[in-house]
């Protein structure tokens, strides 16, 4: 994926990229904002979530689990979708292990906790920012990377511009 940087008008992210960041985001919020209720109230009342549930996790109530799903997944997610912003060389690996471990997530909910229909739709996400993430380029360059030409600029000149202002 490229930057679209000589249409007017035209989005800084190709559209799969968009699509990927956009997943990335509202997962993080979902999560956030699920995990901190959950957190807030461990009888699982701001939710309608049932602790009795948790019968089969090592959980007594939903503190931790919240907590883990704020951090862990809000916190991956949104960790993800910001690198993507910044055109960072770590964000498609950070997506593909947020995806995957979304999955892991849902899989392991399945097992030990309980089949909710919204677990099959997370693990949708799951797999969608995985797939969108493998179709992005290994590294993105970051704005402004590319010259006019549409090549790297050379290591080498931003020494030889030190050097020429006096510095080593």
């Known amino acids: 994926m490229t930057r679209h940087q000589d249409t007017v008008g035209a989005s800084a992210y190709p559209?799969?990229?968009?699509?990927?960041?956009?997943?990335?985001?509202g997962t993080a919020g979902a999560a956030l904002g699920g995990g901190i209720l959950l957190a807030l109230r461990p009888d699982g009342?701001?939710?309608?979530?049932?602790?009795?549930?948790?019968?089969?996790?090592?959980?007594?109530?939903?503190?931790?689990?919240?907590?883990?799903l704020a951090m862990g997944c809000?916190?991956?997610?949104?960790?993800?979708?910001?690198?993507?912003?910044r055109r960072h060389r770590?964000?498609?690996p950070v997506s593909l292990a947020a995806g995957l471990a979304l999955i892991g997530?849902?899989?392991?909910?399945?097992?030990?906790v309980e089949y909710q229909p919204?677990?099959?739709v997370f693990v949708g996400i799951g797999a969608a920012v995985v797939v969108l993430a493998l179709r992005l380029p290994p590294e993105t360059p970051a704005p402004g990377?590319?010259?006019?030409?549409?090549?790297l600029a050379p290591a080498h000149s931003l020494h030889r511009r030190r050097r020429r202002r006096g510095a080593a």
């Open 74 to 85: 809000g916190g991956g997610y949104l960790t993800a979708g910001m690198l993507h912003l």
């Open 145 to 151: 990377a590319l010259g006019a030409a549409g090549a």
């Open 105 to 112: 997530l849902e899989a392991w909910e399945i097992a030990f």
């Open 118 to 120: 919204l677990e099959a």
């Open 15 to 25: 559209s799969e990229e968009r699509a990927l960041m956009g997943l990335e985001f």
């Open 90 to 92: 770590a964000a498609r």
């Open 45 to 68: 009342s701001f939710l309608h979530a049932d602790p009795s549930v948790l019968r089969r996790t090592p959980f007594r109530d939903w503190r931790l689990p919240g907590l883990l």
